[in-house]
């Protein structure tokens, strides 16, 4: 079964600083994998995804998330931190291809201090 | 492009009330999902369709009911409100096949339900 972990449903940075966050997945078929943000107050949108082409993928508003199949990792990481990256991040997988469903994690609510 | 419309945006339900969310797209998705979100667990799928005519359940779908009678559509209903169903209520939607958009789910705003 598909599952999706995030570690920790925190976290904080100043501005500025290196931003990780960190997902971990488990899926028996090699797995599409999604970054969304949540602004708060509004719905999902896509970040970036991992869909089988390069390892290192680049999303919107300068993050980037490497795909390393050895350790079932998709960490989302940016250079620095912008007082407007504060918002909930969730990691998701779904079956490469046909599969409907997408699974989330629990979400990352990222606090960035001036 | 309206993308995926969810209404109402807000509603205050009392126990035992009976009410309806209504999910519209415009991208002739195939696909479409209802997800729940509460504090700290994340979105959990309610139910989903993956075609007109078509239902199917997810992870949490005691107490809610959908249809999806049209390609566009698809509505959550509740029969019969609890405070447990007290959550932000997610439309999602997909297309089919490849492209830049595989996999991509669409989200709606969300609709705030309260039941008191």
């Known amino acids: 079964a598909q599952s999706v972990t995030q570690l920790g449903s925190h976290v904080s940075v100043s501005e500025g600083a290196l931003v990780l966050l960190r997902c971990n997945y488990s899926?028996?078929?090699?797995?599409?994998l999604f970054w969304y943000v949540q602004y708060p107050n509004q719905g999902l949108q896509l970040l970036l995804k991992y869909t089988s082409a390069a390892t290192l993928v680049k999303g919107i508003n300068g993050f980037e998330a490497e795909f390393k199949k050895s350790e079932t990792s998709f960490h989302l990481t940016k250079p620095s931190a912008h007082m407007s990256d504060a918002a909930e991040y969730f990691c998701?997988?779904?079956?490469?291809?046909?599969?409907?469903?997408?699974?989330f994690g629990k979400g990352t609510k990222l606090t960035v201090n001036p | 492009n309206a993308g995926v419309t969810q209404t109402p945006k807000f509603r205050v339900l009392k126990t035992g009330q009976s009410m309806t969310l209504l999910c519209a797209q415009d991208?002739?998705?195939?696909?479409m999902y209802w997800y729940r979100q509460d504090p700290g667990m994340g979105l959990r799928l309610i139910h989903y369709?993956?075609?007109?005519?078509?239902?199917a359940k997810g992870e949490v779908p005691d107490g809610y009911n959908v249809s999806r009678l049209k390609k566009q559509n698809f509505l959550l209903g509740l029969e019969s409100a609890a405070p447990s169903q007290t959550s932000v209520y997610f439309c999602a939607s997909k297309g089919l096949g490849t492209g830049p958009n595989t996999g991509e789910l669409f989200f709606g705003e969300g609709s705030r339900l309260t039941v008191l």
């Open positions: 998701a997988v779904s079956f490469q291809g046909g599969s409907e469903k997408l699974v």
């Open positions: 899926s028996s078929v090699p797995p599409y």
């Open positions: 369709s993956v075609g007109e005519g078509t239902t």
């Open positions: 991208m002739n998705h195939e696909y």
